[in-house]
Nanobody, 116 residues
């Protein structure tokens, strides 16, 4: 069984920064992608950023230039550095792991609140 444990959420003023972390444990293949999604109540969960084991990244347009996703493959950990935060970034952020052989897994979510 794969488990994802997130940390790093919280309350920050607009223009500030936060760094989210997500550690994956369990049986994980070397072919996977890790990602961050976010969800606001009443809206669908949306992709924020994704990174493959090879380091290929992709970002949602609203966060390009402000957020950076990275990972430590040896520790199966993914990070999301969020700079220049805006009130519209307020959401629950979820870690996601898509394993090519073992399926898709989600973390429990961490709240990010950006005050204006």
């Amino acid at each position: 069984q794969v488990q994802l444990v997130e940390s790093g959420g919280g309350l920050v003023q607009a223009g500030g920064s936060l760094r989210l972390s997500c550690a994956a444990s369990g049986r994980i293949s070397s072919q996977n992608a890790m990602a961050w999604y976010r969800q606001v109540p009443g809206n669908q969960r949306e992709l924020v950023a994704i990174i493959t084991t090879g380091g290929i990244t992709n970002y949602a347009d609203p966060v390009k230039g402000r957020f950076t996703i990275s990972r430590d493959n040896a520790k199966n950990t993914v990070f999301l550095q969020m700079n220049s935060l805006k009130p519209e970034d307020t959401a629950v952020y979820y870690c996601n792991l898509a394993d090519a052989f073992r399926g898709t897994y989600w973390g429990q979510g961490t709240q990010v609140t950006v005050s204006s």
